[in-house]
């Protein structure tokens, strides 16, 4: 177990009342699910590698708690309360400094479990004024938490999803930390005087500090790289990921893929309104305008939809574009090589974005078009010819003026035409300035 009592009584009342850390099941290290319904192997790898890690080279101790029951109406009591205890061993150093994310999710039937409207999660941190202030670092972290704390994502009709967004979650978690700590001041040797920053305190090489693309304008922190179905190893993830944030970060537009199981968990509709869906509710998006391509597949129905988003996005990828771009992993994915599929996707991305770029964005070849066009015009005009041919008489000049008469003969009737006035009407065309987003366009398909 991952916390131990330091009495007797302390347990029996844990045991009891608090329904704590002490009865954990699921322990990822630094990590404790109680539900026993979060886990996976990347979580796994956060809570006994990542976190463990970070807090040595921030020396700032990292947990994520998740509970079903509390023992107090307020969650923020709890969280102080299990921080703080002794027995429990949070916070790094003598100065006890650290950051801890509680969690409260409700048993609601059989491995579900649902977040409280109110008070379903709380971020406590405690940090040396010389270091910073206690109440900014909680905001940073609470600043990327909050996105994910959305009624859809914990309402208990999809656990995989819950757990999809508590591993974002720690991620964002170490980022936020990480900008927040070296923003401040520097991390200090816990051996030397606390009050006296280390002046070779290691520099963690991920995650990196915030590049623009990273978030959005509320700070909504994303990953790049959605594996709901662990088809993918890890070192596998990591390189789609970091891939996907370079290229991101070097065009300020958005690069994310997903791969589902059913797209039909995550939303409701065709495979391209679940994508849609998905984009707008996680706020994906780099910029402004929040510019960004997105590619999920549904194992399933072996369906898939690419989706761009914002003005510069659906420049770089119009309709024939991500035609042209689906040829690139098309092949791949109906061979069930993801990670080929998505590493060619990237590869696509980051030559048509640079295109765009440049001015010179993918497009279709003028060429034929212009060929068929001339080779149309003319058999249109061969047809129209040889029609008003065959339709004309053999003619002569005639020598008196009544062979030029009719049989009905010649009637004229007296006829005036007065002009007047031409009226003209112009109207005015104008190019609505607003800043709303566009609506996005898509290509969907099977695999």
Not at 217 to 235: C, K, P, Q, R, V
Request: hydrophobic content about 35%.
């Amino acid at each position: 177990m991952k916390r131990q009592c330091v009495t007797f009584v302390l347990a029996l009342l844990l045991v009891l009342s608090v329904g704590s850390p002490a009865l954990a099941v699921r322990d990822y290290g630094a990590i404790y699910d109680e539900t026993e319904s979060l886990g996976s192997q990347y979580l796994q790898m956060q809570g006994e590698e990542t976190l463990p890690q970070v807090s040595e080279e921030l020396a700032l101790d990292l947990r994520v708690d998740v509970l079903t029951e509390i023992a107090d109406d307020y969650i923020g009591d709890t969280a102080a309360w299990i921080y703080n205890e002794f027995g429990y061993g949070y916070g790094y150093g003598p100065e006890k400094e650290g950051i801890s994310l509680t969690i409260l999710l409700e048993p609601a039937g059989e491995d579900c479990f649902i977040m409280p409207e109110k008070d379903g999660w709380c971020v406590y941190a405690s940090l040396s004024p010389d270091r910073g202030n206690s109440q900014d670092l909680a905001n940073a972290i609470r600043d990327v938490v909050e996105p994910y704390m959305v009624e859809r994502v914990w309402n208990g009709e999809d656990m995989t999803m819950s757990a999809t967004a508590l591993t974002q979650i720690v991620d964002d978690m170490v980022e936020a930390a990480t900008n927040f700590i070296f923003a401040s001041c520097p991390p200090y040797d816990p051996g030397e005087d606390p009050k006296v920053p280390a002046t070779q305190a290691p520099v963690p090489e991920t995650p990196a500090p915030e590049e623009p693309g990273d978030s959005d304008e509320d700070g909504a922190y994303m990953a790049y790289m959605f594996d709901a179905s662990d088809l993918l190893t890890i070192e596998e993830w990591e390189k789609l990921e970091s891939r996907a944030k370079e290229i991101t970060q070097r065009y300020n537009c958005g690069v994310y893929m997903a791969l589902l199981d059913d797209y039909t968990d995550y939303g409701s509709g065709s495979v391209a309104d679940v994508t849609e869906q998905i984009y707008q509710e996680l706020n994906l998006g780099a910029g402004l305008d929040r510019d960004g391509i997105f590619l999920l597949l549904s194992l399933e129905e072996r369906g898939f939809t690419l989706f761009a988003y914002g003005d510069f996005a659906e420049y770089a990828f119009d309709d024939y574009g991500r035609d042209k771009l689906i040829e690139k992993f098309l092949g791949d994915f109906g061979d069930n090589r993801w990670y080929d599929g998505f590493a060619h996707y990237l590869d696509g991305c980051d030559e048509y974005l640079a295109k765009a770029q440049e001015g010179k964005p993918v497009r279709s070849s003028p060429v034929m078009w212009i060929a068929i066009a001339i080779g149309g015009s003319c058999l249109v005009a061969m047809v129209v010819c040889l029609a008003l041919k065959g339709q004309m008489k053999s003619v002569r000049q005639g020598a008196k003026a009544d062979e030029y008469l009719s049989v009905e003969g010649l009637t004229l009737m007296d006829q005036h035409d007065h002009y007047t006035h031409t009226t003209t009407t112009r109207t005015k065309i104008t190019k609505d300035s607003s800043d709303s987003d566009s609506g996005g366009s898509s290509t969907s398909g099977k695999f």
